[in-house]
């Protein structure tokens, strides 16, 4: 990192001393947060991490972190009595919802689903909606903020005088009606929304380019044209932004927004359809116990991180017809070939996997190219490339994007893809103290 970071900053007001800056990263799979005390300055942005049992149980292939997954666990009297990934009240040893707690994800898509992506709505417990889903969790997350951030006294300032200010990620692709949406909601689950400045929306893609400025400010110059690419759970949103002046970093967007359903999520819904395809060909009575939710599991924590690694899968136990295949162990005693069970695992190819993964592949470096020509066309250069999102975990798609923009001669900027969008929130909540 660059010794040269945020060398500007202008005095600080007293009225503005007590300002905590809190940003969250409200994603449609994960959701983070993190804040900063003004009087620090913003050098200081802290990541909160003690989420309520976040990750007690690691899972595999999750490395223990900072981000909770943005789910929900109903009981029957509809409430939200769990959240996040590990409740034990909700969930059973062995990971699944307990009987009488209906799990509900991907309610935070839905608010405003892209038009031409096919993501089905999830099933929700009767009487709630997707707002009221939203607003109980919105309401958990706020409260758990709260009794994570210092109070007045370790902070040596007058309670009186401290002041909570919000900043939360959107979508650059939500519209004027889903941001007043979401402010409606903000205001049920009991955030004081009083003013634009007390609760602000700020998209992931411009958060990530204040981290990355932050974190190494030779990144880019007054004049560049920086592509950044938000690979989500399940938007992929890119644009292009001409960076018009540094300290402060001020920011002009100059393509329309690529956009597409095109996250991990989209991949591991075709994986789903290939493993409930093959669970029709076992033709039993009964649905066999747990294959689906093992095969989704294993394709989550397994798959997503490895697949594209050289040494993944690693050889086969079974025989030389299944060299270069994937596992997912059902633990089924019987064999059905037919269903391509044998030896107690679920069988796939390299080809059944890639035919999962490379649609969304091909969108992804569609989506660079429509940036690089709207570039193109304004005569102008594409310098290089902010990387952000967790579906680049994967190796396969990160691997991909990258040739593709080094086909085009466009420079990455590297940086955490996991944590940038949430610190990068804070630093845009930090603007205007200083201004
Ligand atoms: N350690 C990991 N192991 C497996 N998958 C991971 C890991 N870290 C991130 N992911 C993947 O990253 C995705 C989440 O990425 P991210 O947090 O950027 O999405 P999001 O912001 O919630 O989604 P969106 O941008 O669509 O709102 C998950 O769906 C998961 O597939
Ligand atoms: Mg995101």
Not at 69 to 74: A, F
Not at 125 to 154: C, N, W, Y
Not at 389 to 413: A, D, F, Q
């Amino acid at each position: 990192m660059s010794n040269q970071k945020v060398d500007y900053q202008p005095p600080i007001t007293e009225r503005n001393r007590s300002q905590i800056i809190i940003g969250i990263d409200f994603g449609a799979t994960f959701t983070a947060a993190a804040y900063a005390v003004a009087s620090d300055g913003m050098r200081k942005v802290k990541v909160l991490s003690q989420w309520p049992k976040s990750f007690a149980r690691p899972i595999k292939g999750f490395p223990k972190q900072p981000k909770i997954e943005t789910v929900g666990y109903y009981n029957q009297y509809l409430n939200m009595v769990g959240w996040s990934e590990s409740e034990d009240e909700v969930i059973s040893y062995a990971g699944y919802p307990r009987p009488g707690i209906q799990k509900i994800e991907e309610f935070r898509y839905h608010i405003a689903p892209l038009k031409d992506a096919n993501l089905e709505s999830p099933p929700l417990p009767p009487g709630k909606t997707i707002e009221g889903v939203m607003v109980d969790f919105l309401s958990h997350v706020r409260q758990s903020i709260l009794s994570q951030l210092p109070d007045a006294s370790d902070l040596s300032l007058d309670a009186s005088h401290i002041s909570h200010r919000y900043f939360i990620t959107i979508p650059a692709s939500w519209d004027e009606d889903a941001r007043s949406k979401l402010r409606s909601m903000a205001i049920e689950a009991g955030f004081r929304v009083r003013s634009e400045t007390d609760f602000a929306l700020v998209t992931g893609t411009e958060a990530a380019l204040f981290q990355a400025d932050f974190d190494d400010s030779s990144s880019f110059q007054v004049g560049d044209n920086i592509l950044v690419a938000d690979c989500g759970g399940h938007l992929v949103e890119m644009v292009t932004y001409e960076v018009k002046s540094k300290n402060p970093l001020r920011l002009a967007k100059c393509t329309g927004l690529s956009v597409e359903a095109a996250g991990a999520s989209a991949i591991s819904s075709c994986f789903h359809n290939i493993v409930r395809e093959k669970i029709k060909k076992m033709k039993l009575v009964n649905r066999p116990p747990r294959v689906y939710a093992k095969c989704r599991d294993f394709f989550r924590s397994e798959v997503i991180p490895q697949f594209g690694n050289p040494d993944y899968p690693p050889p086969a136990f079974l025989d030389l017809k299944r060299a270069g295949d994937f596992w997912c162990d059902v633990g089924i005693e019987l064999e059905f070939p037919e269903a391509d069970i044998e030896e107690g695992c679920m069988w796939f190819t390299k080809e059944e996997m890639l035919s999962c993964f490379d649609p969304s592949v091909n969108q992804i470096l569609g989506m660079i190219e429509e940036q690089f020509c709207a570039i193109k066309l304004q005569q102008k250069t594409l310098k290089s490339c902010l990387l952000v999102g967790g579906s680049l975990v994967n190796p396969y798609i990160s691997s991909r994007v990258n040739s593709c923009l080094s086909l085009h001669e466009i420079k990455v900027i590297q940086s955490d893809t996991n944590l940038t969008c949430v610190k990068g929130t804070v630093l845009a909540g930090m603007r205007d103290v200083y201004d």
